[in-house]
Every structure is written in C-alpha cells, then in structure tokens.
C-alpha cells in the first residue's frame, strides 16, 4: 500500500492563525489530492517547522512512496533559522534517498535551494490572485510533469520570493511575467524533485480563505484600499467556486477553464503520480 507524507511546512503559530481564520490547513488540500489520484494510499502529515518534532530518520523515511511540501510563510534564504534549516536538511536528504518530492510555492523554492540553488525576495512584490500569463518553456512542452497542460494557461498564486538561481540539475518547464521560475523539475543522480511556484492544489473556495486571512498584508502592500475590498473579492472567488461556468463571474476576474477544471488546474500534480509514484510501487 503507498505510504505519502505531506510536510506542512508551517510553524505552528501560522497553522493556528490559520485555524483562527477559517483557512483549510494546507496539507488537507493535497491529502485530497492523494485520495483522489492516489486511491488507498495511507497519508501522514508531519509539521517541520515545529523544532520539538525530530526528523524522521533515513529508515522512517524510507517507509514512504513520496514526499509532498505544502506552502509555507517562512523565507528560505533565512537559513540561519532552525526552522528553515531543519526543512532544508530534510529535502537534501529525501534526495539523496530517492524518495520522489512534489511540491507548490515554498515547495519549488525548497526543491531549487535543496539541490544547490537560489532565491531571493521578489524585487517585484508579491505575487497573488492567480497568474493569467504562465507558458511553458520549450523543455516543458516535452516534459511529463507538464503533459497535457494548455499553453498559456493560469494558476493560483500567494508569495513574496522566488527563485533567482536554478541548480545544474533542475529543468525550467513553466514561466510567467511576475515571477520567471514557475515550474521545475530537479533530477539528481538519486532523487526528483518535481514543483511548481503556483498552487495546483487550491480551488476558488480555498484560496478566497487563505486572501481573506492575508487582508492585512494585502491592504498595507497596496493592492486594496480596505480590508473590506480584500473580503468583496474574495466574496468573488466563493461565487466563482458555486458557479464556475458563470461568464459574468469570469470576465470580471479574468479566470477560464485552466484555473476553474480541476483535470487541467491539478495535472502536474497527477502527472507526478503517474511518472514518478506508480512506477516505484
């Protein structure tokens, strides 16, 4: 039976801040992912971030089929915090162990600073609402973890950093205006690593939670006048999750069919599955 860990990788302040909000914890989100593409699969989450937790050892780890890293409100360049360095280590290790990784946001951060890249903060800003301009690279036309995904295409978005320097093992697949590195794919001699900086995992209901819980960043870094224009939008994006196909909905958000179809928002996720979960069953 296949044995998945997902690694919340937020401290637990942020995850009961979340509580207090009304935001799904992140790795319920890609727990329903599993059950959906990965049937029967045993699921276990483990909180990185909290310094009480050990980390497992190689042969805890080597129980598990894959590795899932969920998004997170640490700052990866931040090294020097135990509870960013102990997240680093962890992922190193995973590679070195062929274990296969999937991750979204911090997860494609972690992946690129794993096996021996860079980022930095985006001298942009933050990056949010969804992207309406990501296209693949000519490598990610021909890559699996990208197979089948229209190009362009738009897909969910919430963070401040990005990866300013790819590893000599990574693969550039995915690239968007704001922010370049949109999806990797990291092959080592032992492990992958495959993510994206967008969130195949959020749905409209879900991330007008997650908004409406960042209404005061999103008010004081300039993109609403109010706290309660933040909540209207969202209000939105919870219309646009009840009626998906309405056009009134979509033109005044600018959302079509590759955010709104769950078969195209979350293929990379089940491309991962396919090319790097099964065959190791």
Not at 11 to 33: C, D, I, K, W
Not at 104 to 110: H, L, N
Not at 136 to 154: C, R, V
Request: hydrophobic share 35%; charged share 25%; with cysteine.
């Amino acid at each position: 039976m296949p044995n998945v860990l997902i690694v919340n990788g937020y401290p637990r302040a942020s995850r009961e801040s979340f509580e207090r909000e009304g935001v799904t914890p992140p790795h319920y989100l890609y727990q329903r992912l599993v059950e959906r593409y990965l049937p029967g699969a045993e699921v276990q989450a483990y909180f990185v971030a909290d310094p009480e937790n050990p980390l497992p050892t190689d042969a805890e780890l080597k129980r598990f089929s894959a590795v899932i890293w969920t998004g997170s409100d640490q700052t990866i360049y931040h090294d020097h915090k135990p509870e960013v360095a102990r997240q680093i280590t962890l992922a190193k290790r995973l590679l070195s162990l062929g274990i296969p990784q999937f991750g979204s946001c911090w997860g494609a951060q972690m992946a690129a600073v794993a096996a021996g890249g860079e980022a930095a903060k985006n001298p942009k800003g933050r990056e949010w609402g969804f992207a309406k301009d990501l296209t693949l690279t000519e490598a990610g036309k021909d890559h699996p973890l990208t197979e089948g995904k229209p190009d362009p295409y738009q897909g969910f978005e919430m963070h401040l950093d990005e990866v300013t320097r790819l590893p000599e093992t990574a693969t550039l697949l995915a690239t968007g205006s704001h922010t370049r590195v949109q999806a990797i794919a990291v092959e080592t001699e032992t492990g992958s690593f495959w993510a994206t900086q967008y969130h195949p995992e959020y749905d409209p209901l879900q991330y007008a939670k997650l908004l409406a819980a960042r209404k005061e960043a999103m008010v004081r870094e300039g993109f609403f006048p109010s706290e309660e224009a933040v909540l209207a939008y969202a209000r939105d994006l919870e219309a646009l999750a009840e009626r998906p196909k309405d056009r009134t909905l979509r033109k005044k958000l600018g959302a079509d069919d590759t955010l709104l179809e769950p078969a195209i928002r979350e293929r990379e996720f089940k491309n991962w599955i396919a090319y790097r979960v099964l065959p190791r069953l």
